[in-house]
């Protein structure tokens, strides 16, 4: 049992290393996280508009992009999808990770704890909360700069496209089932 504790501290929870396990209800009551996060995703990353001034709905977005890719690509659920797709939504991540400063081999877990503990402590009103969850060592910029980042995400022209892509192979049929 002892053994155990120092994965306890670490916050592992639950998933594969590459894809980070969310609680439910991250992007809506009555979406699972999957559809959630593609739909969230697709929305936020269409304009850098959608977000700015918004560093809660920036960190959704960023969370949904850490989810997706392995998702995607162990869930048998989406075996349907372009291998190639899903593959793109790797990139975007790396993308996405370089422009907010987040070390490209962070484990995806980690990076959202902590932007799940950051977006949480800033609808509260707890700035100093906030700052404490980005200032983990994979935030290579400092809290208050990641913090500026997220509150003015520029537009990520890889983000957009593979995550209008993945929502274009959501439902191949438009949605229709036969």
Do not use: H
Request: aromatic content about 8%; glycine content about 8%; hydrophobic content about 45%.
């Amino acid at each position: 049992m002892l053994l155990f504790l120092p994965l306890a501290a670490c916050g592992s929870l639950p998933g594969t290393p590459s894809t980070p396990y969310l609680p439910p209800g991250v992007f809506g009551v009555y979406q699972d996280n999957d559809v959630g996060a593609i739909n969230y995703s697709t929305w936020a990353f269409a304009s850098a508009a959608n977000t700015r001034g918004n560093p809660v709905a920036a960190m959704r977005a960023v969370i949904a992009l850490e989810y997706l890719p392995g998702e995607l690509l162990e869930n048998p659920r989406w075996v349907g999808m372009d291998r190639l797709v899903k593959m793109r939504l790797q990139q975007a991540r790396m993308e996405v990770r370089q422009v907010l400063g987040i070390a490209p081999d962070a484990p995806p877990q980690l990076v959202v704890n902590a932007l799940l503990w950051a977006s949480s402590a800033l609808m509260a009103g707890d700035q100093a909360g906030a700052l404490n969850a980005l200032s983990a060592p994979f935030f290579t910029l400092g809290p208050q700069q990641t913090l500026a980042r997220f509150s003015d995400l520029p537009f990520v022209p890889d983000a957009n496209l593979a995550t209008s892509r993945v929502s274009a192979q959501e439902f191949p049929s438009g949605g229709n089932r036969f």
